[in-house]
Nanobody, 124 residues
Framework: QVQLVESGGGLVQAGGSLRLSCAAS????????MGWFRQAPGKEREFVAR????????DYADSVKGRFTISRDSAQNTVYLQMNSLKPEDTAVYYC?????????????????WGQGTQVTVSS
């Protein structure tokens, strides 16, 4: 089992920045990818970004490319999501996610472990 605990959400004005953190504990050696999904009210949970734990390869949703950066601290078993140039449409609950296998395109059905979620609200 892997436990994921997010932090760093909050309220920010459009154009501002936030950094989310996700600390992993437990059987972290089984983790292949870690990443972030988000879910806005009335919408399905969607992929945001992921990082391959072993070599740091990253992947982003088109909607956040150039604005969000995912990174990891292997020693701390922590993954970060730096969010810049935030827009009101980025408002959602952000969930940390971990998988134990590789997927060409990551969807919520592929995720093995979820964090509890952290709210990000961007005001216009």
């Amino acid at each position: 089992q892997v436990q994921l605990v997010e932090s760093g959400g909050g309220l920010v004005q459009a154009g501002g920045s936030l950094r989310l953190s996700c600390a992993a504990s437990g059987r972290t050696s089984s983790t292949y990818n870690m990443g972030w999904f988000r879910q806005a009210p009335g919408k399905e949970r969607e992929f945001v970004a992921r990082i391959r734990w072993r070599n740091g390869w990253t992947d982003y949703a088109d909607s956040v490319k150039g604005r969000f950066t995912i990174s990891r601290d292997s020693a701390q078993n922590t993954v970060y999501l730096q969010m810049n140039s935030l827009k009101p449409e980025d408002t959602a609950v952000y969930y940390c996610a971990a998988t134990t296998a590789w997927y060409t395109n990551l969807s919520q059905d592929d995720v093995d472990y979820w964090g509890q979620g952290t709210q990000v609200t961007v005001s216009s």
